[in-house]
């Protein structure tokens, strides 16, 4: 068994973690002569220690950044590049019945509801952030988008792959409901290259969900200056920004760029004494379930209406990419850069949380043997030590 594949059970500190003022902490240690070192990750299963899983930690290797605060300016957001999509080495790609899915299965499944905001956080956004509704109510009053952002074909069907895609956000004001205002853009600078945005979503208290190559890229490193805009809309930030204290990505592809695990998860501060799941409500969380589901994957893409507003597109597991860990799972939709990161829900149910609303995977990428599709790492147990981890922060 290669190192890539390893994890590792922590049987001998359980008490030390039991006793310990941080769960949260991350330990780093050396890996093999020749690879990059690891963070061993507590996680946490109905309240107690059970074991720690490989993943990377930003604080742990990289300098500090900028006043991420000062830097993102109205201007910056607005010329931020939508990060190209990822285009994975063709392989055999089969389609793939609920059988076959199941086998994909790491172990028991499970899922953790959907939360609404706090009920204050609406009023205390208009409050706060009172020019940026003026803005978004002057749009959606005059009943057409902004001057100047790229006119939509808003509604599309596609036979070949099946599914359908939409704005979700175009017009109306869905940046004001749940679940959609949990979704959002996030900027980020890749060193050497510029400023870039990807897709995101507020995963439960501080944590964002995104994908693994949204927060790092081999060969150059952590991105820096990194800021999460729930509801973004038209470069308008109404519910404000929540900028990063921590990253966090899979050990497999810090070192490898392993398509089977391009998840990550990015720690944001607070704003006005909340937490991020207070002011948009966070979306819930299934794991280790079928391959095979009805998914509808929303992100900010830049071939489709620029990045400045929000897209879905609905459809049933159509391919699995078949490369060693789990299969990554494909599904029909034609958004492309700046979709990465942005998250595929089952169960999708608007205005309302609770058992529904569930991340069961995240845009990661494309195949050129295989257009008008795209990928997400399936999420199995390390999506689910990543969320264990994320939650405690």
């Not at 900010?300 to 597109?313: E, Q, T």
Request: charged residues 15%; glycine residues 10%.
């Amino acid at each position: 068994m290669t190192a890539r594949f390893r994890s590792f059970v922590v049987v001998a500190c359980v008490c030390v973690l039991l006793f310990a003022p941080g769960l949260g902490a991350v330990q780093a240690a050396p890996g093999a002569p020749g690879e990059p070192p690891r963070a061993f990750v507590p996680v946490l299963s109905s309240g107690s220690p059970q074991a720690a899983s490989n993943f990377v930690l930003k604080s742990e290797n990289a300098a500090a950044p900028v006043d991420t605060a000062a830097y993102w300016t109205a201007e910056r957001m607005m010329a931020a590049e939508p990060l190209d999509l990822l285009l994975a080495p063709d392989v055999d790609l089969a389609a793939v019945d609920a059988a076959d899915a199941a086998g994909e299965v790491q172990g028991a499944s499970g899922a953790f509801p959907s939360k609404l905001p706090d009920p204050k956080a609406l009023a205390l956004a208009q409050e706060l952030y009172a020019d940026q509704w003026a803005m978004l109510e002057e749009i959606d009053a005059a009943g057409a988008p902004v001057e100047g952002a790229a006119v939509d074909e808003s509604l599309a069907w596609r036979e070949s792959p099946p599914f359908t895609r939409y704005s979700v956000n175009y017009y109306g004001e869905s940046w004001k409901q749940f679940p959609y205002k949990a979704m959002g853009r996030l900027f980020f600078t890749i060193p050497g290259r510029g400023n870039a945005s990807c897709s995101a979503s507020s995963a439960g208290g501080r944590s964002v969900w995104t994908a693994g190559h949204c927060l790092y890229t081999r060969g150059i490193g952590w991105h820096t200056n990194i800021v999460f805009v729930p509801a973004y809309r038209y470069g308008v930030a109404p519910y404000g920004k929540f900028y990063e204290t921590n990253a966090i990505v899979s050990y497999e592809w810090w070192a490898n760029e392993d398509h089977a695990y391009d998840i990550g998860m990015v720690i944001v501060g607070n704003r006005n004494g909340m937490k991020l799941s207070q002011w948009v409500g966070n979306l819930g969380f299934q794991y280790n379930r079928s391959g095979t589901q009805q998914f509808f994957a929303f992100g900010y893409p830049g071939n489709i209406g620029s990045g400045r507003y929000l897209i879905a597109c609905a459809a049933r597991t159509q391919t699995r990419y078949a490369i060693a860990g789990p299969d990554p799972v494909g599904i029909g939709c034609d958004m492309t850069q700046g979709s990465s990161g942005g998250p595929w829900l089952v169960g999708f149910f608007p205005y309302a949380a609770g058992s529904i609303n569930y991340v069961n995977g995240v845009v990661s990428f494309g195949s050129s043997a295989y257009p008008n599709q795209f990928f997400a790492s399936y999420f199995g147990t390390r999506a689910k030590e990543l969320w264990d981890w994320g939650r405690v922060q």
